[in-house]
């Protein structure tokens, strides 16, 4: 290794970078900055980016843009776009939230003036954050006289960070709210840790994230939950040509190297209908919370709307909209009706609801549920819990584990009741296998009529 290296040295001196030792290359002229260049150096060092002279010009995509500082451009831009008067923050709080609120006493019934919102969206240097990655457009939109006004911040160049950091600060003044799709995650950490590295303190202002409800109310119904999949089928909202968000960064680097980029146009207008069509979907959003059992509806995952309501106290209403849900065909939903019945001593109610299930494993267990701890029949609770672990799925051996422990507690219960001895524990095994077959009292399937 040592021989290699000394074979590498001696190359780069007999090519001219050896200094004053041997193989020296004679002194050349200084260049203008006073250090004169190697020879074999200057020879294969890359032309230097073309820069603006004097900043005095601009490439064709800032041709609409304003100087707002050394390398730092802005934009005003007008969207028509009706938007309520107020919103309600709570419906776009992660669920997580939602329970402690309810825990805590319930939601506060505050409401948000539109003026207040300032819809954020940052179009990065890569998608994973970190320190290394760097913001180089940012869209503000606020609302005014039944348009969106959208403020754009363009950094043409590193150099320019601090400064598009404060201009991009002031957009922001006291007392606004911040509305984001996944901010929380990405715009807000990575404009934060900016502000940090440039010795600039961050906005503060309240923050609303609209990822977490749209997740629940359309995912599941579409698939995903991206802004611009909810753009298309949600609000008939259609971009045209449109850049996908991991071929932004390269159009970064792109002009930064040539000054210009052909695409850097459209990387603008995408940051700019980011905005768009996130105040558009927290607007319907907003509709949707105000009458969620209005009819007709937009397309929506009934159960996620109404455990949310459920979660902010509007038990009538979430109770409403899962019934409508369960009688679409959506299990789920009706388990969790059951739920809320169980909880508000809806015996009656519920007995009804249990009834109409599907005979699944997980309804099979509500209804064991039912008939030990509310019908106080540990028969029928023994037989619904044999026919849930026979519809039990192998790959759950959790499942399985918990259905066997239910069962075993049933059988001490009637052997200590006398309901039952060992031949018939034996028998309801066997006797559950055929609707028929009755083996000891009680034996067989339970009966759906019952609950």
Not at 100 to 114: F, K, M, Y
Not at 330 to 344: F, I, K, M, P, V
Request: hydrophobic share 40%; aromatic share 6%.
């Amino acid at each position: 290794m040592a021989r290699d290296l000394k074979h590498r040295l001696a190359q780069l001196r007999s090519a001219g970078f050896g200094g004053s030792g041997r193989g020296a290359s004679p002194e050349l002229p200084a260049g203008p900055d006073g250090v004169a260049p190697a020879p074999a150096a200057a020879a294969a060092l890359p032309p230097p980016r073309r820069r603006l002279p004097g900043r005095g010009g601009s490439p064709p995509c800032l041709a609409d843009w304003e100087r707002a500082g050394d390398l730092v451009w802005m934009r005003e831009l007008q969207r028509p776009l009706a938007f309520p008067e107020t919103i309600d923050p709570l419906p776009f709080s992660a669920f997580g939230s939602l329970r402690r609120l309810g825990a805590a006493g319930g939601p506060s019934g505050e409401r948000i003036p539109a003026e207040a919102l300032r819809f954020f969206d940052l179009e990065t240097t890569g998608l994973s954050g970190g320190s290394g990655t760097l913001a180089f457009l940012a869209a503000v939109g606020r609302l005014s006289e039944g348009c969106l006004a959208i403020t754009q911040f363009f950094l043409e160049d590193f150099p320019g960070e601090r400064l598009w950091l404060e201009l991009l600060s002031t957009s922001i003044p006291p007392g606004a709210v911040l509305v984001t799709y996944n901010g929380r995650a990405f715009d807000l950490p990575l404009l934060r840790s900016r502000c940090v590295m440039n010795g600039l303190s961050p906005p503060d202002a309240r923050h609303i994230d609209a990822l977490p409800c749209s997740r629940r109310l359309w995912r599941r119904i579409h698939g995903g939950a991206s802004l611009g999949l909810l753009e298309r089928r949600l609000l008939d909202f259609e971009r045209g040509e449109d850049l996908c968000a991991a071929a932004i960064p390269g159009v970064w680097f792109s002009f930064l190297r040539e000054s210009d980029s052909p695409l850097m146009a459209a990387v603008m207008s995408h940051n700019a209908d980011d905005i768009e069509g996130l105040a558009a979907l927290v607007a319907s959003i907003r509709e949707l919370f105000e009458n969620p059992t209005a009819l007709p509806r937009p397309l929506v995952d009934l159960d996620s709307l109404g455990r949310t309501l459920v979660a902010m106290g509007r038990e009538a209403e979430g109770a409403a909209v899962l019934r409508s849900a369960f009688e679409g065909g959506d299990e789920t939903a009706g388990l969790r009706l059951s739920n809320l019945y169980r909880r508000a001593g809806r015996r009656a109610e519920r007995r009804k609801l249990l009834a109409n299930l599907p005979l699944t494993c997980r309804s099979c267990v509500e209804r064991a549920k039912f008939c030990e701890h509310v019908e106080r029949e540990w028969v029928e609770a023994l037989k619904w819990t044999l026919l849930a672990q026979e519809l039990a799925e192998a790959g759950k051996p959790g499942l399985r584990s918990s259905l066997e422990r239910r069962r075993r507690r049933l059988e001490r219960l009637l052997s200590k009741d006398g309901n039952i001895d060992h031949d018939e524990q034996a028998g309801f095994s066997s006797g559950v296998e055929s609707s028929g077959g009755r083996k000891g009292k009680g034996g067989g399937r339970p009966s759906r009529g019952r609950l």
